[in-house]
């Protein structure tokens, strides 16, 4: 993800995405730390995977376009130079985040536990 850009999306039309962002960083956080027999590992990669599933899927839901979503991770210069033209790579990406995300909201995260 390029760290040079900020998430600039109308907070307005967020309705509290920041706050399910928050929730399910720090349960993804709580997730990390969990132990048990059953508990599966999450790397930091993995962990960081999840934030962005969760960010795209809470986005999207909040009006972003897919467009807008690309912004956030690939940066102004990248989105403007590839988005339009035949190679699906960074539409692709933020497809499966958003998928991703969708499918930890309905119920994937139960298989973190």
Do not use: C
Request: net charge positive; charged share 30%; proline share 1%.
């Amino acid at each position: 993800m390029d760290q040079s850009n900020h998430f600039w999306l109308n907070l307005d039309i967020m309705d509290g995405a920041e706050k399910k962002i928050a929730m399910a960083q720090k349960l993804l956080q709580l997730f990390k730390k969990a132990k048990g027999p059953h508990r599966k590992s999450l790397t930091d990669q993995q962990l960081k995977l999840y934030k962005e599933y969760l960010l795209a899927i809470y986005a999207r839901q909040s009006g972003a376009t897919y467009r807008e979503i690309a912004l956030v991770y690939f940066g102004q210069k990248r989105v403007n130079e590839e988005w339009s033209t035949l190679s699906r790579i960074l539409k692709d990406h933020v497809r499966n985040r958003v998928r991703k995300g969708q499918e930890l909201i309905s119920g994937g995260y139960k298989s973190l536990l």
